[in-house]
């Protein structure tokens, strides 16, 4: 998670900690977390990825300091295609809003590749807010 929005310290330690939710049982959450100001208002199209990328990269940015703490879920697959949908549930985009505590869950399936990244964006797209809050 990349920490781009200053804002509010307080609603970033709340973010962070919604970070530290396990998936299941016996697999802890393990999640990178930068917290730099050089990476302050940096949006996820000029965002610097290493080499070799990570699936998806999480940014805490300025809507990610407000309310439920959503952060912006970024695929960094160039070869990934937004399908927008009317139909509740059947789009998927290359971005979505992902709640903290459903992180561990992304990660973890997509990890043993039991999903991709496009189910879990098109929970979102089924949701009233766009967000992801977890399958269980």
């Not at 939710?21 to 990178?32: I, K, L, V």
């Not at 699936?55 to 295609?81: G, H, I, K, Q």
Request: charged letters at 25%.
């Amino acid at each position: 998670m990349i920490r781009t929005d200053y804002s509010n310290d307080a609603a970033w330690q709340l973010a962070a900690a919604g970070l530290q939710q396990p998936w299941t049982d016996d697999m802890e959450a393990s999640c990178h977390v930068v917290d730099d100001p050089g990476w302050a208002s940096a949006d996820a199209d000029v965002a610097v990825l290493p080499e070799d990328p990570p699936e998806v990269v999480f940014l805490a940015d300025a809507l990610t300091m407000r309310d439920e703490y959503p952060l912006l879920a970024v695929s960094t697959d160039p070869n990934l295609v937004d399908q927008d949908d009317p139909v509740p549930g059947l789009g998927a985009t290359r971005r979505f809003r992902i709640l903290p505590a459903a992180v561990a869950e992304m990660v973890g399936n997509l990890a043993i590749a039991n999903m991709d990244f496009e189910d879990f964006s098109s929970s979102a797209h089924g949701d009233a807010q766009k967000i992801h809050r977890g399958f269980s």
